[in-house]
């Protein structure tokens, strides 16, 4: 059984452009969770979905970050017109249900603003 | 807004040695808690958790963890460290409610010594 897959691993972007982050959770999953980690620090929680359903968009920054996950394919994290301050690691997790199911998490996506 | 607290940026120990990484957690209620470790350039793997129950929690890797209501600690230890025991580790608690974030602790480095 496959684990949480994120790609691209490492992302290179200059500043205005846009990064697409894309997470296939554990098979059988159907929740997905969006973690920031910057340089020295611990994960920060962004997001959480459901199929079709952002339920929990509370850590996301209000501009330029959007998330989804549809009903076929992966989640994917959008952000646009970078900054460097966006330079982080994006760690993308997934859960079979409920808060007393471990999150399972992917191995991240390095993303370098320029 | 429940907080972690790691308050061992760096610890270094010799290999063979007992281990103790310190967790302090603010929450109103009984959270559940985690500790996951990382390790260069890679994902979180998740060590133990405790959500109920017998306050010694066993994980893998020989690590075990210790609730402690009265002190709202989380403390992971380890009787004798492996030289692959070097990595970061990071306590997380989750909440229970619709939201299912996590919140982590800013991270402890392990660094083991031969």
């Known amino acids: 059984n496959a684990g949480v897959m994120q790609n691209p691993r490492h992302l290179v972007r200059r500043r205005g452009q846009e990064a697409r982050l894309r997470c296939s959770p554990m098979?059988?999953?159907?929740?997905v969770y969006w973690y920031r980690q910057l340089p020295e620090e611990g994960l920060k929680f962004m997001v959480y979905?459901?199929?079709?359903?952002?339920?929990?968009e509370s850590g996301m920054p209000k501009e330029r970050f959007s998330a989804e996950f549809p009903k076929e394919g992966p989640s994917i994290l959008r952000i646009q017109q970078v900054v460097r301050g966006d330079s982080a690691a994006y760690f993308c997790?997934?859960?079979?249900?409920?808060?007393?199911?471990?999150?399972?998490f992917g191995p991240g996506t390095r993303l370098t603003v320029l | 807004a429940q907080s972690v607290t790691q308050p061992d940026i760096h610890i270094t120990v010799s290999e063979g040695a007992s281990l103790e990484l310190r967790c302090n957690y603010s929450?109103?209620?009984?959270?559940?808690l985690f500790w996951y470790v990382q390790s260069p350039g890679q994902g979180l793997q998740l060590l133990l958790k405790?959500?109920?129950?017998?306050?010694l929690v066993q994980g893998i890797k020989g690590f075990e963890a210790e609730f402690k209501r009265s002190q709202s600690s989380f403390n992971l230890r380890k009787p004798s460290v492996h030289w692959s025991d070097a990595a970061e580790y990071f306590c997380?608690?989750?909440?229970?409610?619709?939201?299912?974030?996590?919140?982590f602790g800013s991270g402890t480095q392990l660094t083991v010594l031969p």
């Open positions: 929450y109103g209620a009984t959270p559940y």
């Open positions: 997380a608690v989750g909440i229970s409610g619709s939201a299912r974030q996590l919140t």
């Open positions: 997790a997934s859960s079979r249900s409920g808060l007393g199911d471990e999150q399972f």
């Open positions: 979905l459901q199929k079709e359903n952002i339920i929990d």
């Open positions: 405790y959500f109920s129950g017998d306050t």
């Open positions: 098979k059988g999953h159907s929740h």
